[in-house]
């Protein structure tokens, strides 16, 4: 839990007063300057663990401040609220008391109903903002979606970012539409009876207006990662780093009325202390949610396959509600696209997709090439509902040099294949946006930092991080407003073509999910999965309390045959990738299996039986 009750930064109480709350353990004095709409100075006071503070009368909503440190540097707030001039400008104060919440009636959704739809926000519509997709809701409810995950939206520098290089968490990027315009999208996904799960990153701040560091000890050197040093969650005056990010998790939660977070490359938070910082922020969460009466959600990101992150303290677990698998989206993207670079070498066959499907983790112990040392623990006893799996998200698309989706990779046919397998496996399906109409707009890595040097430096990053994947090229320029706009999707071709047609089929599978109670818990124990190699054939049975499912895919560019066998009732064709309703190349396959026989399966398709 946070160490102490202190709410940093600017919070306003009664009477237009206005607490101003610093975390600076070594500093010898600061002072908060009110810039706008008054030029105004006022000392702070040293508290207890490192912390100023200094209550300031005639304070209101939109008041322009930053912090004068050591009588020397003047900077933003590190738990600014809101940053309407950029990372550099001024620090703004904020009344979450004001905005008139309409959404009581809101209770959550239980996670195992989470249909999720990644998104983001400046490249989800032409305009970029909060406000422009609110208007996308109903088409997002028509689908079958049930929750968005917005990637990153705390200030990052310049108005476009994928939100990953954030350095104010507590503030709301100015060029998405700032507080008020993520309020009202929340309040509207709730009024659509959808659940939002916001994109955080406690791993690493941005490179460009990171000012903690004028502060106080926010990163610390023991550890290495991919962006420099590692937060400081166990090293000295690890306490108030550690309350900055649990109040910020409970930020988001209370005054935005975020219903969950994903929380990204927890991997990459090194805590080496008794209680881990995961633990401590799921302690403080469940808290909340006794207190508020709802539920609130935390989901890893992660690629330690360590199920030390779901399961509950008293069996030395974090308590985190779910994670990502990335192992599963590994093993469809081997099998569909054929790559076998850099981490794809381990997924290379059928079998692993048929132990990801059962098992949650293909690695659970065993050697892995790419890492060349064993990898992961099992998860077989733990709930599907507790894993987050895909075949497109802005991770796998983007960190590619040329950004393409599966729409520029894959035939219409194997398109399809990928939607059933996620959709249809006993796991939370993440849909990435524009995937269901097969946009063909590329997800390209996009900055606009103002620094040359900078710039040149993540070009210089980015062709490293591609050299494991053997990609030749230059990758497309990152800083480059043309970038940023190839990215947006192409929304008026949903209506047209092939493109409708894989947005039907794409809903008629999320209406089997729920009709058929695809989403209900299962285990391993549930699932017989086998797959053969030589017909490149993954098939499996899952029982369930309500019949059982029969999935058949075939990852063949021919057709091929599998021999199956109804239990003690007859089975009934739910959805055939293949039809011709589908634009398939059309199907022999029964409309009900009575007895065992040979099913002939079109080539890159997918088919899924049921008994009820």
């Not at 991919?226 to 937060?231: D, K, R, T, V």
């Not at 090229?473 to 047609?501: D, M, R």
């Not at 391993?524 to 309390?545: F, G, H, P």
């Not at 309703?581 to 079109?602: C, D, F, H, R």
Request: charged share 20%.
């Amino acid at each position: 839990m946070a160490t102490t009750n202190i709410e940093i930064g600017a919070v306003l109480k009664a009477d237009d007063q206005c607490q101003f709350t610093l975390w600076g353990p070594e500093l010898n004095s600061v002072e908060v300057k009110l810039v706008s709409p008054q030029d105004r100075s006022f000392p702070m006071t040293r508290i207890e663990q490192g912390f100023w503070t200094v209550s300031v009368d005639n304070v209101s909503e939109g008041t322009q401040y930053f912090y004068c440190i050591n009588q020397t540097e003047t900077r933003p707030d590190p738990a600014s609220r809101y940053q309407p001039e950029g990372v550099h400008g001024p620090s703004v104060v904020v009344d979450h008391r004001t905005y008139d919440w309409q959404d009581s009636s809101w209770q959550n959704l239980p996670l195992q109903d989470y249909v999720i739809y990644e998104l983001h926000v400046g490249t989800f519509t032409p305009e970029g903002t909060f406000e422009a997709a609110i208007a996308r809701l109903p088409y997002l409810k028509e689908l079958g979606i049930t929750a968005i995950e917005i990637m990153p939206v705390a200030q990052f520098p310049g108005a476009r970012n994928w939100g990953y290089d954030g350095v104010f968490p507590y503030a709301v990027q100015n060029s998405y539409g700032g507080p008020a315009g993520l309020k009202q999208l929340v309040e509207a996904c709730h009024q659509h009876e959808i659940a939002v799960i916001l994109d955080v990153v406690y791993n690493h701040f941005g490179p460009e207006g990171n000012y903690t560091g004028f502060y106080g000890p926010y990163i610390t050197q023991k550890y290495s990662t991919p962006w420099g040093g590692a937060i400081n969650f166990d090293d000295t005056w690890c306490d108030g780093v550690r309350q900055y990010f649990v109040e910020n998790v409970l930020y988001w939660l209370r005054h935005f009325h975020i219903d969950g977070l994903r929380l990204d490359a927890v991997h990459a938070i090194y805590d080496f202390g008794a209680k881990h910082f995961l633990a401590d922020m799921a302690e403080a969460v469940d808290a909340l949610s006794d207190e508020l009466g709802k539920p609130h959600y935390l989901i890893a990101e992660s690629d330690l396959n360590d199920t030390r992150l779901l399961r509950p303290p008293t069996q030395g677990g974090y308590g985190l509600d779910a994670q990502w698998s990335d192992d599963f989206h590994h093993a469809l993207h081997a099998l569909l696209t054929h790559e076998s670079e850099g981490y794809y070498q381990d997924f290379d066959s059928c079998e692993a997709l048929a132990t990801a499907i059962r098992d949650r983790f293909v690695y659970s112990g065993q050697f892995s090439r790419f890492r060349r040392r064993r990898h992961g623990n099992s998860a077989t006893d733990l709930p599907s509902t507790q894993f987050v799996v895909c075949a497109q998200n802005h991770d796998q698309i983007g960190n590619h040099i040329t950004g393409k989706r599966f729409t520029q990779k894959l035939s219409f046919e194997a398109l399809k294949l990928a939607a059933g397998a996620v959709i249809t496996s006993p796991y939370l399906p993440l849909l990435f946006m524009g995937e269901e109409y097969g946009d063909p707009s590329p997800f390209l890595y996009f900055i606009d930092h103002g620094d040359p040097d900078l710039i040149q430096a993540v070009a210089e990053g980015r062709k490293k991080e591609f050299e494991e994947f053997h990609a030749v090229g230059e990758p497309i320029p990152a800083h480059e407003e043309a970038t940023f706009e190839q990215v947006k999707l192409k929304w008026e071709l949903q209506q047209e073509g092939q493109h409708n047609v894989l947005w039907r089929y794409y809903q008629q599978l999320l209406q089997l999910r729920k009709q058929l109670g695809l989403n209900a818990p299962s285990f391993s124990k549930d699932i017989r999965a086998n797959s053969d190699e030589e017909k490149r054939l993954v098939y499996y049975q899952r029982d369930m309390a309500d019949g059982q499912l029969l999935v058949l895919m075939n990852f063949n560019d021919g057709v091929t045959t599998v021999e199956v066998a109804p239990p003690q009732q007859d089975w009934y064709l739910k959805i055939d990738s293949a039809a011709e309703v589908w634009q398939g190349p059309g199907s022999s396959l029964p409309e009900k299996i009575m007895e065992t026989q040979v099913l002939e399966l079109a080539p890159l398709s997918l088919a899924l039986y049921w008994i009820a």
